[in-house]
């Protein structure tokens, strides 16, 4: 069993940047495919990024170029980056890992087993 643990949601204005982390227990960090996922009031979860085991990145393309994920597998933790905040990128951003199973990167909710407690993330205009 992973247990996932975020932190570093806020209110900020557009234009501006925050720092999500999710550090994870219970399980081999380093074999671990981490992602973020978020969702908005009325919207389903949707894929934002991801880290795989073996450092292979995905990104959403609403967030290509604005939003960088990091993993530190000394510290069993992953980072999001998010830069140039948007309206639009208000949501409730959700922590996600499945211990690996292959070499692509997984960027489907059912793909994933474990989630964190999510994190709000409101910008405003």
């Known amino acids: 069993q992973v247990q996932l643990v975020e932190s570093g949601g806020g209110l900020v204005q557009a234009g501006g940047s925050l720092r999500l982390s999710c550090t994870a227990s219970?399980?081999?960090?380093?074999?671990?495919?981490m992602g973020w996922f978020r969702q908005a009031p009325g919207k389903e979860r949707e894929f934002v990024t991801t880290i795989t085991w073996a450092n292979r990145i995905a990104y959403a393309e609403s967030v290509k170029g604005r939003f960088t994920i990091s993993r530190d597998n000394a510290q069993n933790t992953v980072y999001l980056q998010m830069n140039s905040l948007k309206p639009d990128d208000t949501a409730v951003y959700y922590c996600a890992a499945v211990r690996n199973l292959g070499w692509a990167p997984k960027v489907v909710v059912a793909q994933y087993d474990y989630w964190g407690q999510g994190a709000q993330v409101t910008v405003s205009s």
């Open positions: 219970g399980g081999t960090f380093s074999r671990i495919d």
